[in-house]
């Protein structure tokens, strides 16, 4: 079939004309097709899915009722554009509540976003020109990365190394790079190292984006999902934070609402401004019975915290597990992502020259779905969102892992 003038209008930044035929399979692609093959190949054996990173549980039932009452209220058909105004006032409530964040305006200071990723997305729009950088972390979520690239700007990206904590090196970062930065991304509780930050982590982003003049983007989409006695930290809650930078929060992992596609951004005024044009010009808000769903959650977060019970007893398991089997692991204090150093091969000869090699063994071999991160050492984040009704049924998913994974002598 003769080729269709439209191969030759695609746009550089998703391929050009070469779009569609490219060979090389993306990393979720590829998983998708090793699962796909695995549970082909052995029809009597269940995947364990320990790759999915969203959360097993619904939405509260209450939450689910407020919504399906909101639904039928005709002062809520309409557009939202940016948002509207109860929850932003309960965003500001949440913060200084769960954050101890004050004095936020929840009218200047405050916007929501239809999920976290959108809100990502548009802000270098509203910041980033040809030749600018942005300021990344790896292994990590790229989609700042993507949309700054799409703009013809400059991704840096800064290693997350276990000798450090996972935190990323601002002072590896060159003169230049840093006169031209106009973001710095960062994301605590990592995904996908687990790593939390600290307060002086923080303060020293604070003091780096000052002396720099450099707009810190703080994600934290996991934040409130903390255990082991680790209390939640925001980026806002450090001194002088809300000067350089803002904090975008997401209702999906911490109230199991990734379908839902809500969350807020607040902080320094003008970057929410600015985010707010940006937003305007792409979409018209979020359909606000689901923002009144989500102001009551935001009112309620001890729904957060029997979540994150459920995840650090499933890390415990977990770890107890991969430790009796040879790997060197230790609980994250928070999110629900353990992130494990892979083994070198195994007893009887192979060998693992990457963590991708490693996910579709794993695939392959014992059905169970893992993420390879290849960015900064050869990782695999393991993701304790697997379905499990109970506790009792917990224990069984646990104890087939063990089982499937004491079959191999692995090499450390």
């Known amino acids: 079939m003769q080729e269709s003038f439209i191969q030759q209008t695609f746009a550089q930044r998703i391929g050009g004309n070469q779009f569609g035929k490219d060979t090389v399979l993306y990393k979720f692609e590829k998983i998708k097709r090793a699962k796909r093959a695995a549970i082909a190949k052995n029809p009597e054996m269940k995947l364990i899915d320990l790759g999915v990173g969203e959360p097993d549980w619904m939405a509260e039932p209450e939450v689910i009722e407020i919504l399906y009452n909101q639904a039928q209220q005709k002062e809520n058909r309409g557009y939202t ?10 965003a500001v409530s949440y913060m200084e509540s769960v954050y101890n964040v004050s004095a936020l305006d929840p009218l200047t200071e405050v ?10 997305a548009l802000l270098p729009l509203a910041f980033i020109n040809p030749g600018d950088i942005t300021i990344m972390t790896v292994p990590g979520y790229p989609i700042m990365g993507t949309t700054t690239k799409a703009l013809y700007g400059e991704v840096i990206n800064l290693p997350l190394l276990e000798e450090n904590a996972f935190l ?15 973001l710095l991304y960062i994301n605590y509780p990592n995904n996908p190292t687990g790593a939390i930050a600290t307060k002086e982590f923080y303060e020293k982003v604070v003091q780096f984006a000052r002396e720099n003049q450099i707009i810190v983007v703080s994600d934290a989409a996991y934040a409130a999902l903390t255990f082991g006695g680790e209390k939640p930290l925001s980026f806002l809650s450090v001194d002088g934070a809300k000067e350089v930078g803002v904090e975008i929060h997401s209702l999906s992992k911490a109230y199991n609402m990734t379908g839902w596609r809500i969350a807020f951004i607040c902080g320094n005024e003008l970057v929410v401004k600015g985010f707010a044009a940006v937003k305007d010009n792409n979409d018209s808000g979020q359909f606000a019975a689901i923002q009144k769903a989500g102001a009551y959650c935001l009112h309620h977060p001890e729904i957060t915290e029997k979540t994150a019970l459920k995840y650090s007893r499933r890390h415990d398991m977990l770890v107890e597990t991969l430790t009796s089997v040879g790997f060197s692991v230790r609980k994250p204090k928070a999110s629900f992502y353990l992130y494990v150093r892979i083994p070198q091969g195994t007893k009887d000869g192979r060998v693992f020259n990457s963590a991708e090699e490693f996910s579709e063994y794993l695939i392959t071999e014992k059905l169970i779905s893992t993420v390879p991160w290849d960015d900064a050492g050869a990782y695999i984040r393991f993701s304790v969102t697997f379905e499990a009704a109970d506790v009792e049924e917990e224990h069984r998913v646990i104890a087939e892992i063990k089982q499937r994974l004491s079959s191999t002598d692995f090499v450390f």
Do not use: Y
């Open 81 to 90: 554009d940016n948002g509207i105004q109860d929850f932003k006032a309960a």
């Open 111 to 120: 916007n929501h976003g239809i999920g976290s990723k959108p809100i990502l």
């Open 168 to 182: 990323p090196n601002l002072d590896s970062l060159t003169a230049e790079q840093r006169r031209k930065a106009k």
